[in-house]
């Protein structure tokens, strides 16, 4: 089923849908968009053309599942869930500074969450960087829990020190071992 449009705090509608191939100009302008404080929380990957291409490639074959918010044709988020078939996904959420508050990040998970259930996935893993409370916050009130720390390599090329988090999905289910990195 396609995703619904979100609504903010003060009412206002956010487009939903899933990213298409066309979709690359929109999603470099999305990260250059992004203020130094969220690009250096939220940097999944590199965003040259080449990069964006083989990220939008992977969604197009399945490989991977990404949405995207639109404010008057403009990305303002863009989330995804790296590596589908895989039976622990990795979770990506991001959103632009101007958004940040507005009550997206928890529908938008909350998307992520369902669609890795119904896809029969046992969990989900994500990273977050120590110094993004609000994300933490949001990740624990979603279930997630804080399993360790680990060195992630960020879409820059940079290394930074991250925690990781897990959210099981089927009984029993237990955080794999990661090696955390862009895809492409």
């Known amino acids: 089923m396609p995703p619904r ?17 066309s979709d690359g100009p929109a999603l470099q302008a999305f990260n250059a968009g992004l ?8 940097l999944p990957h ?5 990069t964006v291409r083989k990220v939008l490639g992977r969604t197009e074959e ?5 949405v ?21 996904p990795v979770l990506g ?8 508050g507005e009550g997206l990040g928890e529908p938008l998970m909350q998307h992520l969450i369902d669609t890795a259930e119904t896809e029969g996935r046992d969990g989900l893993i994500l990273t977050t960087v120590p110094e993004n409370e609000r994300a933490f916050a949001l990740y ?7 399993t360790g720390d680990t060195e992630n390599v960020a879409g820059d090329g940079r290394t930074v020190r991250e925690f990781v988090m897990f959210l099981p999905l089927t009984p029993g289910a237990k955080p794999p071992a990661h090696d955390f990195r862009p895809p492409v």
Not at 6 to 20: G, K, P, S
Not at 62 to 66: E, I, K, N, R, W
Not at 70 to 81: C, K, P, Q, S, W
Not at 140 to 146: A, D, E, S, V
């Open 5 to 21: 449009p979100l609504r903010t705090r003060d009412n206002q509608e956010v487009a939903f849908r899933y990213i298409a191939c």
């Open 68 to 88: 995207v918010l639109l404010h008057e044709n403009t990305i303002i988020g863009y989330a995804f869930l790296w590596n589908m078939k895989e039976p622990v």
């Open 35 to 42: 203020s130094e404080k969220t690009r250096a929380r939220f």
């Open 62 to 66: 399945g490989t991977d599942y990404a």
């Open 46 to 50: 590199a965003y040259d053309d080449e």
């Open 93 to 100: 959420i991001g959103i632009t500074d101007a958004w940040q």
């Open 140 to 146: 624990q009130k979603m279930g997630f829990l804080h």
